[in-house]
Structures are given as structure tokens and as C-alpha cells.
């Protein structure tokens, strides 16, 4: 999940409210190459509700973007994509390769926005995103879910939320409701990933925040 601390439009405040309003259990923050809304939103949840906010970054490597959980320092952007997990890992966090599989030529904070590829089967990834919630993600999915079938690696469902509509639209489930029971079922691959279908009028402020995401790519 994104917030406004990288190119989500709800604030860390705002996420953090509508996930518990939406009763989940444990939610990933993911700003790009920042720590700062996860740390936000983590602070805000914290006493008012059974949310764990996983502390997390999703960082631009050379070879494309890698989600670092469980994290406590901003990882460092423009390593290359061994470095990136390695780092993840120097600092006890996991490493996920998500949407490996998407590739475009929009370029943002000087580098492509895609996955890794099938670098995903050859570094020391901890779990591998199978459901991404991205509108027109199908075909990238089922690639994901096909690889991973050979790697046997956790599964994860990620909303890639950066709007509060797509807060959940793919999910992670695994046994028990803490962080630390997410962080065992991931080492274990005791994970399922799911997704559910956005209604009408999520998909139409998803195609607005796209229409507001261009312009962002264009001044980063």
C-alpha cells in the first residue's frame, strides 16, 4: 500500500483509518524508496485498534522495484537487485519480488518502472507477489503464479494500493492475525494469495489517480 509520502493519495493517516474501518489484521506500507509513511501510519494505528502496520519500502534497484518488509532503515534506491536483497536482508527484513513481470517505459526518479523479471528465480527472494491488484495485471499474475509453482516460494497478494478503493483488492492470508504470524507463514510458505474484483466506481478513481500519476512521473 502507497501513501501520499510517495504517489498514493491518501495520507499514512488515512490508510491507516480505513484499513481498520475495513477490519483487517495486518497491512503492509510501501512507499516508494521511503520509510516515512509506514512509519506514519504505523504511529497512528498503534493503540487504537488490533492494525499491525508492517514497516515497509518498495525500492527502485536497477532491475527493477523490490518490497522490503519487516524493515527498520530506508533502503538505500539504485542498487543493483542482488545489493537491494541483500540489504533487505542485512537488516532482518524479507524480500519480495513484485509484479516481477510488468515492464514499461515510463521512467520514475530515473529509473523504469517494471518488475525483475526472472531474476526473481535466481536471487534469495523470501516470497514472490502472485496477485497484484492493478487493473490489466492478469497476464503478469499468472506469469508470477506459474514461475513460483517451479520455486515453491510463499505466495503473497498485494493491493498496490494507492488509493484507498484498492485497499484490499488482493490480499495475503496465513495463519493467525499478528505480524509476527504473517513474518513466520512467509519464512514457512504457508501463505494463499487472493483477489477480488474492484466495483465501478473504484475503477473509475483508479484510472483518475492514473491520469494524476502521469503527471507525476513527469516532474520526479
Not at 489484521?25 to 485498534?49: F, M, N, Q, W, Y
Not at 519487516?70 to 545489493?83: D, T, Y
Request: glycine share 12%; net charge neutral.
Amino acid at each position: 500500500m502507497h501513501t501520499s509520502a510517495s504517489d498514493g493519495w491518501p495520507s499514512p493517516r488515512q490508510l491507516a483509518e480505513h484499513a481498520i474501518a475495513c477490519g483487517l489484521d495486518v497491512i503492509a506500507v510501501t512507499d516508494h524508496d521511503t520509510i516515512e509513511g509506514a512509519l506514519r501510519a504505523a504511529d497512528h494505528a498503534a493503540g487504537r485498534s488490533r492494525l499491525e502496520v508492517v514497516i515497509g519500502e518498495e525500492v527502485s534497484s536497477r532491475q527493477g522495484h523490490i518490497v522490503g518488509l519487516f524493515l527498520e532503515r530506508r533502503i538505500r534506491p539504485g542498487l543493483s537487485a542482488a545489493a537491494t536483497v541483500d540489504a533487505i536482508h542485512d537488516q532482518g527484513g524479507l524480500a519480495v519480488a513484485v509484479h516481477p513481470f510488468w515492464r514499461t517505459q515510463r521512467r520514475v526518479r530515473g529509473g523504469p518502472v517494471h518488475g525483475v523479471g526472472w531474476l526473481a528465480a535466481e536471487l534469495d527472494f523470501d516470497a514472490i507477489e502472485v496477485e497484484n491488484a492493478t487493473p490489466g495485471f492478469y497476464v503478469f499474475n499468472q506469469l508470477a503464479r506459474r514461475m513460483n509453482l517451479g520455486l515453491g516460494a510463499a505466495e503473497l497478494g498485494g493491493s498496490d494500493a494507492h488509493i484507498l478503493d484498492a485497499v484490499g483488492r488482493a490480499y495475503t492470508e496465513f495463519p493467525g492475525r499478528t505480524g509476527k504470524a504473517l513474518r513466520t507463514a512467509i519464512e514457512k510458505a504457508r501463505t494463499a494469495a487472493g483477489r477480488r474484483r474492484y466495483r465501478p466506481m473504484g475503477l473509475m478513481r483508479y484510472a483518475a489517480w492514473g491520469l494524476n500519476h502521469e503527471r507525476y512521473v513527469a516532474v520526479v
